[in-house]
């Protein structure tokens, strides 16, 4: 999205706030609740070149956000919760916020949890099981490091040797855009190959890299003896699952559960689809994950709880909070679910 296009989308959620709209629609708009979905928690990082600053937020953010959801009478659940209201809707009045993080990124225990324990509230972690083994690669983090690191740069796309340079700060960006969906986009093995070489060519150790950003297991095992803590999966190698096989998504959604279940001693029937948008995964997956017998699954794609069967327990939405924003007026109106009003059902209700 362009600098304007944000500036726009900006002012209208701050309209939606002071036109007092965003109250009134909330009660047709809001369903039950809203499941948000947060990745990195840490203090602001200096420096202009920084890709992923709409995947974090930071931990005087999130102190905020708690405080404002206490003062706006929401009540937040865990996501157990969340398959219990859905169930049982006329049980509750009050509407919901169910915390969700994904990635199991170190920040997390450093950063974040602190601030949700001194809260006292529930939270669910979604952990790609091979990450904190130090197996997966987090290739989107050593992509950004290749690009900080270099001002031009080449790798064989397609069988083509291409070169791109990335000596200016918009160069940088939008480089890492053109990479990052390409990367995105292949197969899973396809995908390591080219990192692999990428890192190797500019001297950036991929291993190091992935091992250092996530929390170990014991860390996790830790984490998880807090009763307010949910650990869910996302899967084992994290792959775009509409680039996978039936069998091999299979697989991975059961190692997933499997691996986290034996790591931290505690069942783990929660899962989240991986990046979770509608071109990352689709009805079979819904239904590969159903067959499993998971209690949920989580998207990324945006939307409010609804009950009467309008929300697949399986196909959950959630509304991905952009670290870019830093107004509690933008969260009130998102909250309220005017924003994806119209929208249609997530992804996973879609062939």
Known sequence: MSTLKRALARLGLELGYFTGIARILARRTGGLGVVLRFERVR???SGGFQPLRAHEVTPEFLDRTLLALKRWKFDVVSIDDVIERLRHPATHRRRFVCLTFDGGYRDFLDHAYPVLARHQVPFTLYVPASFPDGLGELWWLALEQVIAQHDRIGLVI??????FDCSRRREKREVYGVLHNWLRSLPAAERSIAIRDLCARYGVDLKAVSRDAVMTWPELSALSSDPRVTIGSATLNYPLLSRTL???A?????LGRAVVEAAIGRSAPHVAYPFGDSRA?????VLIATQLDFASAVTAEPGVIVANGQTGVMSMPRMTWDGRRRSLRTMRVILSGITV???GQP???RD
């Not at 397609?158 to 070169?163: A, F």
């Open 158 to 163: 397609d069988g083509v040797e291409r070169r």
């Open 246 to 248: 039936n069998d091999a």
């Open 341 to 343: 009003a119209g929208r």
């Open 43 to 45: 203090p602001r990082v």
């Open 347 to 349: 992804a996973g209700n």
């Open 281 to 285: 995964f689709g009805r079979r997956h």
């Open 250 to 254: 299979e697989r991975e959604l059961k």
